[in-house]
């Protein structure tokens, strides 16, 4: 697999591997992965969705691709905690960015996001996403659940199951309730981990219950520990097909302060990196991690910690897609 990172210097023309040079020279793609000319020998794509346009309070979310692939190229191949390596079981690339042609069109832009993905998944590659707000896991759903509903763990703070807000049906906190409408998602299979956050009114709440969505809230959480989360997770995730995704704002803004919507009493980094860790062997077929906004960053922490939690899920696409075979 290794020879399948190489390339060839355009102006040297020596053959070399970007990940194995300084993190700091050249331009940044996602972990230093090289770009492809086409899908064909790909089998897991990184690919950014620069677009906050449903985001209800702060925005910036749409800077968060490239500060993500910034943060990425300090980042190395060998999983400490669990020895994978997804470099050796996958031919890693960045595809870029989804193209936003008419990102001030909120429908026409979700249609354009979800056409970005299907020749994607057409051409079997997973899908590993940085967002953007969250809005952008329903297009992606759109496309890759287009033969049934998946399952989904949804890391995040929020339960992003509003109905409409500011006379759109379309934002970032009613995307899962639209998938879940749509039959994207079967809500059977569907878990929604650390949640907190007083609300103006109890529809997200109501609709979690009246469609039997499994929601782990930061008080179970704290009860039952990063162990308990992992167990309900699998437990209502199965084995059948499911997508992943991480809100940033799932961690406590001690640990993620860039982000639109933070809200306090949240998970710890190394809690998400054991929660991530323990859904090992779950059938992920994509994942995403949205919402890191580098305008409220000034740190740059925010987006290290975006990028180092899509390595952990890097390694689950991965491993993934090798029990598939
Ligand atoms: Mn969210
Ligand atoms: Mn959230």
Redesign the pocket.
Same mark, same amino acid.
């Given at each position: 697999m290794k020879d399948w990172y190489e390339r060839t210097h355009p102006v040297t023309g020596e053959r070399y591997v970007a990940r194995d040079e300084p993190g700091y020279a050249d331009i940044p793609t996602f972990m230093r992965c090289p770009r492809p000319d086409d899908l064909t020998e790909i089998d897991i794509a990184f690919v950014g969705v620069p677009y906050d346009g449903q985001a209800t309070e702060r925005v910036g979310a749409r800077q968060g691709p490239r500060e993500i692939r910034n943060a990425s190229t300090v980042l190395r191949a060998i999983n400490h905690a669990t020895g994978v390596d997804p470099f050796a079981l996958s031919r890693i690339a960045d595809a870029g960015d989804v193209r936003l042609p008419r990102a001030f069109d909120v429908m026409a832009t979700i249609e354009d996001i979800a056409g970005f993905y299907r020749p994607i998944t057409a051409a079997g590659v997973v899908p590993l996403s940085a967002g953007g707000d @969250?809005s952008i896991s329903y297009p992606i759903l759109k496309a890759l659940a287009e033969d049934g509903p998946v399952g989904l763990v949804d890391i !995040?703070a @929020?339960l !992003?199951l509003w109905d409409s807000y500011l006379g759109s049906r379309y934002h @970032?906190g009613s995307q899962f309730r639209r998938a879940v409408e749509d039959g994207l998602i079967d809500p059977n299979r569907m878990v929604q981990i650390g949640l907190r956050g007083a609300q103006n009114t109890r529809e997200g709440w109501d609709f979690q219950r009246e469609h039997g969505i499994r929601g782990i809230y930061i008080e179970e959480f704290r009860e039952t520990g990063v162990a308990g989360a992992i167990q309900e997770a699998r437990r209502i995730a199965g084995e059948g097909p499911t997508y992943l995704t991480f809100?940033i704002d799932a961690l406590d803004p001690v640990f993620a302060p860039g982000t639109g919507t933070p809200e306090i009493g949240g998970i710890t980094t190394f809690e998400a990196q054991q929660l991530l860790r323990g859904l090992r062997g779950l059938d992920f077929i994509g994942a995403d991690l949205?919402?890191v906004s580098p305008p409220l960053d000034p740190s740059g922490n925010t987006a290290l910690t975006g990028a180092t939690l899509m390595y952990e899920m890097l390694c689950l696409l991965a491993e993934a897609r090798a029990a598939r075979g």
């Open positions: @969250h !995040d @929020h !992003d @970032h809100d949205v919402e």
